[in-house]
C-alpha cells in the first residue's frame, strides 16, 4: 500500500531521521501509535494536526488491515516503511502550531460568562456520555479541588504543586486515555501556558501511574507540545475572544469518546482557579455538578 503524507510535524520531524527506526505500539483504524527511542510518533489520518504527527492524505480503508502492533517503522530519504505500507514525505508540509507568550497575570473579565456557559455545555455532554467513568463525580475530583483549586484560586501555588495531589487521578478511568489522563493534560497545558510558575509531572512518575502513550501524552501537553485545537483555544484566550473560546471549546469536547469534554474540564477549572475570582469558580463547580 503507497501512501502520501500531507504533513510532518515539527517534532516528529525532528525525532525521525533519514535511517532510524521505530516500533508500532497501538495500531486503531485512523491512528498508528509508534515509539521511537522512548518518544511517541502519531501517524494518523484524522485531525487535529500536532508536532509529534505525521498526517495522511485521504485513505479508505482502516490502518489496521496494513499494519500490526511490533512492526516496524523506518525512514529511508524522502519515504517510510511501516508493515505493508510505504509513507511518500516528499511535498509534505512541517506543522508547527504558534502559542502565544502570556505576561503578566491572566485576566479573563471579558471570558467570564463563556467560561460558565462552556461549563455547562460540558454538564450537558457528560450527562449524555456513555463512559462509566464521570470525572466531576468521583471522590478523585472532589479531592482535586479541594487540594488544588482552591489554594491555587488564592494564590498557594506551592500547595497547588504537590504531586500527591496529581496522582489519584492519573489512570483514573477506562480508555486509551483515561478521563484523569485527559484531565490533568488539559490543565497542565493551560496552568503552564498562563503562568510563570509551572506545574510540571516528571515522566517516570506519569509512567508509574499510567499508560505509556497516555504518560507521554501528559508529558508533552505539560510542556506546551500541543495540537492546533488547543493551540487555537490558547490564542482564544490571550486575545480574549469569547466567540472563538466557545468554538474551540466545542471542537475539543468533540474528541474521541470522552476525552475531549476531559481535557476541556481541566482548562475551565484552570481558567477558573487562575482567574482568583471566586464567584468564577463556584460558578463554573455548579454548573459541572460539583
Known sequence: MRLAASYIGSLALKNLQNGETGIVKHVFKNTIYIEK?????????KSPRAPINIGLRELQASLKAWVNVGDSLKRIDDKLFLGNVEIELRGA????????????EPSFTSLEDYITEAAFMLSLLYETSQNPI?????HEFKQFIQNVITPLSRGNTQTASKLDNYTPLLGLGGGFTPSGDDFIAGFLTTINALTKHKITIDRNTLLKYTSWASAL???YAQHGIVDETLASLLISIHDEDGEGFMDCILAL????????IDISLGVLTALAALSRRENLIERVLRQINC
Open 217 to 219: 501524552l501528559i508529558d
Open 37 to 45: 527511542d522512548s518518544e511517541l510518533l502519531v501517524i494518523s489520518r
Open 134 to 138: 464521570q470525572l466531576p463525580a468521583t
Open 253 to 260: 469536547a468533540q474528541r474521541g469518546h470522552n476525552s475531549g
Open 93 to 104: 508540509y512541517v506543522y508547527e502550531p504558534s502559542i502565544p507568550i502570556f505576561s503578566g
